[in-house]
Nanobody, 115 residues
Framework: QVQLVESGGGLVQPGGSLRLSCATSRFIFSVYAMGWYRQAPGNARELVSRIGPSGWTDYSSSVKGRFTISRDNAKSTVYLQMNNLSPEDTAVYFC?????????WGQGTQVTVSS
């Protein structure tokens, strides 16, 4: 069974940093585009960032310059380094794997930015 397990969420003060990890198993990680999405209460799930198999990256305008996505194919893990966090970044963050018609999701990790 495919697994995507997020970790690294938590409570952080405004201006702080967090690093999310998504450890995966039971699919060929290296050929999938990996992404981070988030969903705040009352809002739709939105794309935060993606990284392709070749390493191309894509960011939403709201996080560009503050967040960095990376992947380690040897560890089948994708990361999201989040800096200069603001309360607007508070959400559940989900890991996503996508290739053609195949798509997998993690269970999510809560990120709360509050003083």
């Amino acid at each position: 069974q495919v697994q995507l397990v997020e970790s690294g969420g938590g409570l952080v003060q405004p201006g702080g940093s967090l690093r999310l990890s998504c450890a995966t198993s039971r699919f060929i990680f290296s050929v999938y585009a990996m992404g981070w999405y988030r969903q705040a209460p009352g809002n739709a799930r939105e794309l935060v960032s993606r990284i392709g198999p070749s390493g191309w990256t894509d960011y939403s305008s709201s996080v560009k310059g503050r967040f960095t996505i990376s992947r380690d194919n040897a560890k089948s893990t994708v990361y999201l380094q989040m800096n200069n966090l603001s309360p607007e970044d508070t959400a559940v963050y989900f890991c996503n794997a996508q290739r053609s018609e195949s798509e997998y999701w993690g269970q999510g990790t809560q990120v709360t930015v509050s003083s």
